[in-house]
Nanobody, 116 residues
Framework: QVQLVESGGGLVQPGGSLRLSCSAS????????MGWYRQAPGKQRELVAA???????NYADSVKGRFTISRDNAKNTVYLQLNNLKPDDTAVYYC??????????WGQGTQVTVSS
C-alpha cells in the first residue's frame, strides 16, 4: 500500500506560479514512476507530467516549457512547478504512483484555479 498526499494548490492569476507537492508513504520502495494528472470539469483525466526513479521525465505538450516535475527520492516527494499559468490549466491535479508490478495509487487531488 502507498499513500499519496498532495498540497500546494490554490487560486492564482494568469501568468502566475504554483508549486505542487506529493508526499508518498507506505511501500515506497516499490514505486517506479510518479506523476501528475489533472481533470478539468467535463473533461477526462489527462497526464500532465511523469518522472521515473532514474529521473526520466515526460510532459504533456500543453505544459512543456511551463511546468517542471522533479523528485526527491530521499524525501519520497515529487514536485510540480507550474509557471506562466493559464486559465486552461484550471483543474484538480492528482498525484499518481506506479509500482514496479504495475499497480497504481492516486492521491485525493488538489484544486488549481487560474483566474483574474
Amino acid at each position: 500500500q502507498v499513500q499519496l498526499v498532495e498540497s500546494g494548490g490554490g487560486l492564482v492569476q494568469p501568468g502566475g506560479s504554483l508549486r505542487l507537492s506529493c508526499s508518498a508513504s507506505g511501500s515506497i520502495f516499490s514505486i517506479n514512476v510518479m506523476g501528475w494528472y489533472r481533470q478539468a470539469p467535463g473533461k477526462q483525466r489527462e497526464l500532465v507530467a511523469a518522472i521515473s526513479t532514474g529521473g526520466r521525465t515526460n510532459y504533456a505538450d500543453s505544459v512543456k516549457g511551463r511546468f517542471t516535475i522533479s523528485r526527491d527520492n530521499a524525501k519520497n516527494t515529487v514536485y510540480l512547478q507550474l509557471n506562466n499559468l493559464k486559465p486552461d490549466d484550471t483543474a484538480v491535479y492528482y498525484c499518481n504512483a506506479v509500482m514496479v508490478g504495475g499497480r497504481e495509487y492516486w492521491g485525493q487531488g488538489t484544486q488549481v484555479t487560474v483566474s483574474s
